[in-house]
């Protein structure tokens, strides 16, 4: 037919290099090639770094970020941010350690109890987003301020200071310490339970983005809202419960960190939002939603974690890690920019 | 014999301002019938009350004999009319066929395991697109990466797939060149040979005259005619799209000016 003609020409084109197109069009590449060089440089630079004990401790490190920047990348490609999701970690953890100290629960149903108010927050992040057409940055951002007021206050009002401890004497707390804020000993170190946390949370992520109908939601929300309407793409159910998954991300944070340390800061969390995003698009995530990775987004959270301790290790002033995370967020921007094109090439 | 789609002396108002007056065409299954009219003809208003987005004030609306008022677009849709807009057709960062099922996922397994069936989904992409003459090799590629008449004809393959008796085209040929608009005609006479009913919308005679069987003339919100494709020559069409009479006093004045 004659009718293949104009088709096929970009076809050819595609034939020539498409095992490269293929390889680049991945959003998780360019994160794995940052990943790959952090990791060889500080392995060399480094002693510490490539031992096990060094190696439990950036796992670590990288693990609650990892959490929070999967939940935040699945969010973004649904064309949302969540400013309140830092803020969030300290807030569940409040919730539960007040119940648990001051009004003598059961950890398990205060756990229980602060994952009910953090579906209620996403729920509620998603309805106003929706409901007035606002900016998700706008409206999280006002979330986020009266949460951090809220932590500060009700805390103070409830112990007379801004934190709360004693997690270690109430009911319940070893069971759910174990599933929660556990170690594995592995070669004499200890790993922290919460790696395993994040990499479950991220195969699970992954696999609800590439290979479920919801997941082809997310990335239809967050590439064109009106044509995903159009085509009958259930769009504010889509949006509120990404919102949500964040929300409960935020709360498996804050009880690891709540049963971990057994205290909890009324004012932790806060700044943490932005480097849940950061890891998010150095993970090949687009700030315009409709692209990315929950793989991405895990490998960010991992350079993030490698590159805090890298630099602990070889005894820079800390200071350089913030003009490294410049850096990397500029690349992967200008990365992510690159392939944004390519994908819109011709119009 | 009743016809597929009908519209009996339909009118629309925005408050004080009547975008569409007494408008009467019919749709058959297996045939183009072409809107034309300048900026502001009522195309628009038609085709929105058509598709589901607003709802006519008078007349009557039928399809398959029975009258039907259509609350939102997904009505329409489920009573086999798609509508296929010129900028609202697809998700250009989105795989072509991801695009294709968007909405309709086909999926395996059950509870919380559903998963995407995504082998079936590229291959019943793959064939559908085929049979429309659509060839693309890959439909794992993203639908930025086609031209802009090749995401019109995914658009196209879509509604044909999920059934769509009838198909309302909006502009599909207006952003594109010469080549390009004339592989989407191409498509839509391959919708119209599958039986399907066409509403194809244009200002622009020299798309519609090809393929259409019938012509409806908008102006002024008020239809000027129906016209069979034997009744009417293309000078004809374009005459009375462009004001006929108006566009020959215009002549004249330039003419006169010079």
Redesign the interface.
Known sequence: ?T??E???R??ER??ST?ILDRLV?RPEVGALLGAVLVFVFFSVVTEQFLSVGGVATWLDDASTLGIMAVAVALLMIGGEFDLSAGVMTASTALVTALLATQAGWNVWLALLVSLVFALAVGAFNGWMVLRTGLPSFIVTLGTFLALQGLNLGVTRLVTGSVQVSGMRRTDGYESAGSVFASTIDIGGTAFPVSILWWVAVTAAAAWLLT???F???I??VG??A???R????PLGRTKILLFMGTAVAAWLVGSINILRFASVQANQGIGLEFQYIIAAVIGGC?LTG??GSAVGAAIGALIFGMARQGIVYAQWDSDWFMLFLGVMLLSAVLVNNAF?R?????? | MTALMEVRDVGKSYGSVIALREVSAVVDAGEVICVLGDNGAGKSTLIKILAGVHQHDTGEFLVEGTPVRFDSPRDALAAGIATVYQDLAVVPLMSVWRNFFLGSEPTVGFGPLRMLDRRTGRQVTKRALAEMGIDLRDVEQPVGTLSGGERQCVAIARAVHFGAKVLILDEPTAALGVKQAGVVLRYVAQARDRGLGVVLITHNPHHAYPVGDRFLLLNRGRSLGCHDKADITLAELTRQMAGGAELEALEHELRAGQ
């Open positions: 037919m009718t293949t104009t088709v096929a970009p076809d595609l034939a498409r069009v290979r479920t109908r997941g082809n939601w990335f239809a590439g064109s009106p044509s995903a159009a085509v009958g793409v687009l409709g692209f944004r390519r994908a819109e090439r011709v119009r």
